[in-house]
């Protein structure tokens, strides 16, 4: 290999072991104790994860926040960044106001929910004061998953929708406005400049976006832990259980393998669908 093919190999070789040493090894260590038991290969560890009640619940759960949070958050966040692209008046209050709740920690935050949905609640005393109920809603009970999952979903918009918001924003601010001038001049409406123009446009933040916040998404915990315990399991939560209450660390790798295999796949599929028009690169 000459000089001039080394050169660019050795600029990265640095964050190429950097990479590995804090990525790749703990995979290689995380799938060694997955499938194995220190004296070989063994699938004994899967079979005790899917054997746990626990394990079924908390991959339906995270699959359902993913499915209601991700495109809620992303239809709010280009709403706001298209508002605050319109030049509002104090459009830097709003800005700053917007992303307030990324400074809050997950715990914070459904502490706070959880003064909001607790049985002795705000919204409980609300409805006491009004009079349309009596000793208020049990929203965080076993019994009401329904509740459970609304107020979790509630909490997770609250805090981390600032998070996809802050992304498109950069994105709306990288689209030259000549663009959505000519559609005008052209005679498209509001709908098909946000369709044909803005959206396409955005694609590249809009991956950015999507995949960020499917990753942390999977990763929600404190915030489900505050609100209702481990009476709505999360993936993660169950990691947190088997890795530190239950001291099994291989079925925690079982459980770390599957949210990867999840991102991974949702990963794949933005970059498939969510792209930027060919003309516009």
């Known amino acids: ?156 918009i609250w805090r981390a929708t600032s998070l996809v918001f802050v992304i498109v924003v950069a994105g709306v601010q990288l689209i030259p406005r000549d663009y959505d001038e000519a559609a005008q001049v052209f005679g498209a409406g509001l709908w098909q400049r946000l369709r044909h123009v803005t959206l396409p446009l955005l694609g590249p933040s809009l991956q950015a976006a999507l995949i960020l916040r499917t990753i942390l998404a999977l990763q929600a915990f404190a915030v489900a832990q505050a609100l209702t315990g481990r009476d709505f399991p999360l993936l993660v939560g169950e990691t947190y259980q088997w890795y530190s209450n239950l001291q099994n660390p291989a079925v925690a790798s079982c459980v770390s393998l599957v949210v990867l295999v999840i991102s991974l796949g949702t990963a794949v599929l933005y970059l498939r669908t969510v792209r930027q028009p060919e003309g516009a690169r």
């Not at 700053?96 to 005393?125: D, K, M, Q």
């Open 1 to 156: 290999m000459t000089a001039r093919l080394r050169s660019p190999w050795m600029l990265l070789l640095p964050s190429l072991v950097l990479m590995a040493a804090l990525f790749g090894w703990p995979l290689v260590q995380g799938v060694l104790a997955a499938f194995g038991n220190g004296h070989g290969f063994t699938l004994d560890n899967w079979h005790r994860l899917f054997g746990d009640p626990y394990f079924l619940k908390a991959l339906r759960n995270t699959l359902l926040l993913l499915v209601i949070v991700v495109p809620i958050q992303l239809v709010l966040a280009v709403g706001m960044a298209l508002l605050l692209q319109a030049r509002p008046g104090f459009a830097g209050g709003h800005f700053y106001l917007w992303c307030l709740p990324l400074a809050i920690s997950e715990l914070a935050a459904g502490l706070v929910w959880l003064s909001i949905f607790g049985n002795r609640g705000y919204l409980n005393s609300l409805l006491v004061w009004l009079g349309l109920s009596h000793d208020g809603v049990q929203w965080l009970s076993y019994q009401h998953t329904g509740t459970m999952l609304l107020a979790i979903v509630l909490a997770e």
